[in-house]
């Protein structure tokens, strides 16, 4: 089976919580989980699979963050390297009840960034089940990546997680 790292910022909350979740879909000896602070990039070409796990913490914040956003950080790093041949998938945190004109916005932040690579891109996920107005994070009534909202739908996480592990097991085609 091909290496698959789950790499996840930040640390300590809903995002570390639900990374570990979908961690544990996978056969421990086929996954590394890391924070994203503590990944060093030169390993990258030890995996072919990339899921990436984050918070979406305001439009306006993630814009004015970009000098030390870990993502973006990150995201630079990413405009050097060869990512041809390897698959990404990505989900994100949000909440859809304080936040519904923005819910998950941030997905949509990183399928912008990560289009810009040559990676394939898979893990789209269903709208339904989820109430919010608007949402970057969104075409086709599918989100980007997968929608968690720890907030609200905590008791729905766990299912989601598998569910999402299960269809990205099949479009890897393991
Ligand atoms: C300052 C701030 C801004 C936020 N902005 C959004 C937002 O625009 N859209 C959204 O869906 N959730 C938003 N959220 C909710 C978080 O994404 C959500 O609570 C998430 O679970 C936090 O993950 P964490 O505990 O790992 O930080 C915001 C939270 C904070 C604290």
Redesign the pocket.
């Known amino acids: 089976m091909e290496k698959t790292v789950l790499l996840y910022w ?1 640390k300590g ?4 919580q639900s990374a570990k979740i979908i961690y544990n879909q996978f056969n421990m000896e086929s996954i590394d989980i890391f924070d994203l602070v503590s990944f060093d990039i030169k390993n990258i070409d030890n995996y072919e699979f990339l899921i990436l796990g984050s ?5 306006d ?1 993630w814009e004015q963050a970009s000098a030390n956003n870990e993502w973006n950080k990150f995201f630079r790093q990413l405009a050097d390297i060869d990512l041809s041949g390897k698959t990404l998938a990505f989900f994100g ?4 009840v ?2 519904p004109e ?4 941030g997905l949509g932040s990183f399928e912008k960034e990560l289009k810009k690579t040559k990676a394939k891109i898979i893990g789209r996920w269903p709208i339904e089940g989820y109430e919010f107005t608007d949402s970057e994070g969104i075409l086709n009534n599918m989100f980007f990546g997968l929608a968690l909202d ?2 609200n739908q905590w008791d729905l996480t766990e299912e989601r997680a598998k569910k999402w592990s299960c269809q990205l097991k099949k479009e890897l085609g393991y």
């Open positions: 930040g909350g809903n995002v570390e918070a979406t913490i305001g439009a914040h945190l949000g909440d859809q304080l936040y923005n819910f998950v916005d720890e907030n």
